[in-house]
């Protein structure tokens, strides 16, 4: 079983893909730290220095890679859904839930996090307000399943995936009602 995740940054797609891939005793996959393992630097030290196109060129290539034996809980960069290749992968591999998170959320769970360029500018608020605008129809055309983040915590979030994924038949509970693939 392959379950992708996609959303905004700071969405809770790692946090929530971690906690839904241990419920799920299957792996957990970044895609952003496997770039960064290949890299042998951070993303936004690569970005910075060779540009978003060839980022993105990388991210394609690893996301198509995952897609050729897809296994487990993939967490997503923001972007990824940028490039219509990555859409038709992700959404042909994998059953693909996006993470909905209003900017306002996004903004009130990650203003004080100094490490993601996002928010390094004059108006973070604004610019996840833009991206929201921008990458909504994207992650919606990608997805097989909307998740509303909102407030709920992350247990909660992950019983309302796993609830989701037993109903679409992708996941299957045992005797006792627990998940299984």
Known sequence: MAVALVGLPGAGKSAIGR????????????????????????????????????FRDLEQSVIAELAA??????ATGGGCVLREANRQTLRA????LYLRSAPEDVFR??????????????DPLG????????????Y???AHEIVETGR????????????QLELAGVVVPDAKG???D
Not at 69 to 74: E, I, Q, R, S
Not at 93 to 96: A, D, I, Q, T
Not at 109 to 122: G, T
């Open 93 to 96: 591999s994998f059953h693909v």
């Open 152 to 163: 709920p915590s992350i247990a909660m979030l992950v019983n309302i995936i796993v609830m």
């Open 109 to 122: 769970r990650l203003r004080h996090d100094v490490k993601r360029p996002l928010l390094q500018v004059a």
């Open 140 to 142: 919606r055309e990608t």
């Open 178 to 180: 627990h998940p299984v």
């Open 69 to 74: 034996a897809p296994l487990g809980v993939v």
């Open 127 to 138: 610019r996840l307000r833009e991206l929201y605008d921008a990458r909504d129809p994207l």
């Open 19 to 54: 906690r839904l891939a241990q419920r799920l005793h299957l792996p957990f996959i970044d895609t952003d730290h496997v770039i960064e393992d290949r890299l042998g630097c951070s993303i936004r030290d690569y970005f910075e220095r060779e540009g978003e196109a060839r």
